[in-house]
Nanobody
Framework: QVQVRDSGGGLVQAGGSLRLSCAAS????????VGWFRQAPGKEREFVAA????????NYADSVKGRFTISRDSAKVTVYLQMNSLKSEDTAVYYC?????????????????WGQGTQVTVST
């Protein structure tokens, strides 16, 4: 099985950018779809973005389309979430997860392996 470690969160002003990283250990992400989810205080966890195992398909929540970009390195070891034009409503704990599904699925139940989460705080 693959272990997932997410990192890169921090404090940023509204309009700024952050890049989150999701690293695989134990195995690579070669046969896994990787997704990002987030959970704000008092809210349910929600889907943010996903990239299919072959890197050819991506999927984004409407709230982040045009602002966030998910990508993976050629070695299939790390997946990135580039977040631009950040808003206060993007403040949340962001979680990376891996799924054996072939497509860029958006349901959290489809994901088997989860990172510990990284805090993103956007100040106004």
């Amino acid at each position: 099985q693959v272990q997932v470690r997410d990192s890169g969160g921090g404090l940023v002003q509204a309009g700024g950018s952050l890049r989150l990283s999701c690293a695989a250990s134990g195995r690579t992400f070669r046969r896994y779809t990787v997704g990002w989810f987030r959970q704000a205080p008092g809210k349910e966890r929600e889907f943010v973005a996903a990239i299919g195992w072959n890197g050819g398909s991506t999927n984004y929540a409407d709230s982040v389309k045009g602002r966030f970009t998910i990508s993976r390195d050629s070695a299939k070891v790390t997946v990135y979430l580039q977040m631009n034009s950040l808003k206060s409503e993007d403040t949340a704990v962001y979680y990376c997860a891996a799924s054996s599904a072939l497509g860029a699925v958006s349901k959290s139940d489809d994901y088997d392996y989860w990172g510990q989460g990284t805090q993103v705080t956007v100040s106004t």
